[in-house]
Structures are given as structure tokens and as C-alpha cells.
């Protein structure tokens, strides 16, 4: 099994709603991320987990708070979004760079999320 | 330093044609490089990778060439089909860390 599983795939809400996207995989894989990807964009890095801790906040405002529950799943909380965070939210997994040579990133399908 | 630059932004190859795309990058401390292909509303997935040590990795229809002292790489697909068309990205990662520098793209036309 190669897959990071995403869900829901789509996503409408308002500016005053709290909803939250999900993870997972069954790869064995310890460290996960979230980014985010605007159209006709690179992804862009939000957050890393490593070993279910967070190593890396790209900055990312508040409104956002992610969640390592254990070791195959992520999640990304949203409350109080903006139009402009409207994007393709991706998670991503690695076996985990700090202890393997395997830096091979599987991407989920992505979470498409309209902000209205 | 951290960029990764791609070129070019859009490409349109013939079916059967080879499909070029580059990358230059700055940061001599990267020390792995994969191609992503990404089909509109999917996640990238990836496609092929390379490290330093080596200037080419083929797998299939997929090259990657690798130039260590002008610190570029570049994909070829050979015998591009339409369902090749799709969004490619090049990028870069640097050991011990989780931060891959993705280059901006590049959305390939292949025509039948």
C-alpha cells in the first residue's frame, strides 16, 4: 500500500466555520507534512511531523493548527479562514530523512477547499 | 540560493516527439533530486529521481541528466504520448532536512 488517503476531497466553507481535513497512511511512514497549493503553483511547505512531534512551522497563520494524533494519521484544523486560503491542501508522508536514506515524498490527492 | 529555476513554463510536443524540461539550482548542499507529474485536481506524484553521484537515471520513457558542475538536471520523455500531458516538477532536497524546493512548473501539451 502506497497510498496517502485524503478526505474529504472537496470542501466549501464559510469565513466563521471550523472544519478540519484529514490524513493517513499505512506505509510505516514517520514523518508527515501539509502544504498548500495554489493553481498553476508549486506546492508550498506548511507544516512537518517527525515521529508524531512538530519539527516545522513554515509560519503559517493560526487559522491553521495541525494534529499528529499517531503515527498514521494528520490533521489540519481550520476556524476563521480567509477567501484567499482558498487551495488545493495536499499531505504528504517520508519514511523520515533524519533516519533513513529514503526521501521519497508520497502526496495524497489533496483536499480542493473553497473559502466563501 | 534556495531556488530551484524551471524552464520552461509551458511546452507542447508532438505525440512521438521528446518532451525537454530543465532545472538549475544554487545550493550545492542539495543532494537529491525527483520529478514530480501532477494530473489536474491529483497530488503530484513522483516520477523519477537522482542523486549527484550519477548523470543520468533512466527508467522507461522517463531520463533524468544530471550536470554537477553547472548544476542543472533535466527530464526527458521520449516517445511523448497524450496522456503525458500533465503539470511537471523538479525538485531539490538537502540531507538532514524536510524542506524540498520545488521549481514553478511546467504544464505539458502533448498533441495526437
Known amino acids: 500500500d502506497t497510498e496517502v488517503t485524503q478526505t474529504p476531497k472537496h470542501l466549501v466553507m464559510g469565513m466563521t466555520n471550523k472544519k478540519s481535513l484529514k490524513c493517513e497512511q499505512h506505509?510505516?511512514?514517520?514523518?508527515m507534512y501539509w502544504y498548500k497549493q495554489k493553481a498553476k503553483k508549486p506546492p508550498e511547505l506548511m507544516f512537518v511531523y517527525s515521529y508524531e512531534k512538530l519539527s516545522i512551522n513554515e509560519s503559517v497563520p493560526s487559522r491553521f493548527s495541525p494534529e499528529c494524533p499517531n503515527s498514521s494519521l494528520l490533521n489540519l484544523h481550520l476556524h476563521a479562514l480567509q477567501p484567499e486560503d482558498s487551495a488545493l491542501y495536499l499531505c504528504a508522508s517520508s519514511q523520515d530523512r533524519s533516519r533513513t536514506q529514503n526521501e521519497k515524498l508520497f502526496f495524497g490527492s489533496g483536499t480542493q477547499l473553497s473559502v466563501l | 540560493q534556495q531556488q530551484v529555476k524551471q524552464s520552461p513554463q509551458s511546452l507542447i510536443v508532438q505525440k512521438g516527439g521528446i518532451s525537454i524540461i530543465n532545472c538549475a539550482y544554487e545550493?550545492?548542499?542539495?543532494?537529491?533530486f525527483p520529478w514530480y507529474q501532477q494530473f489536474p485536481g491529483k497530488g503530484p506524484a513522483l516520477l523519477i529521481a537522482i542523486r549527484p553521484d550519477v548523470s543520468e537515471k533512466k527508467e522507461g520513457r522517463f531520463t533524468i541528466s544530471f550536470n554537477k558542475s553547472a548544476k542543472q538536471f533535466s527530464l526527458h520523455i521520449m516517445d511523448s504520448q497524450p496522456g503525458d500531458s500533465a503539470t511537471y516538477f523538479c525538485?531539490?532536497?538537502?540531507?538532514?532536512?524536510?524542506?524540498?524546493?520545488f521549481g514553478t512548473g511546467t504544464r505539458l501539451k502533448v498533441l495526437a
Open positions: 506505509m510505516g511512514h514517520r514523518a
Open positions: 545550493n550545492t548542499a542539495f543532494d537529491y
Open positions: 525538485a531539490a532536497l538537502s540531507s538532514g532536512t524536510y524542506k524540498y524546493i
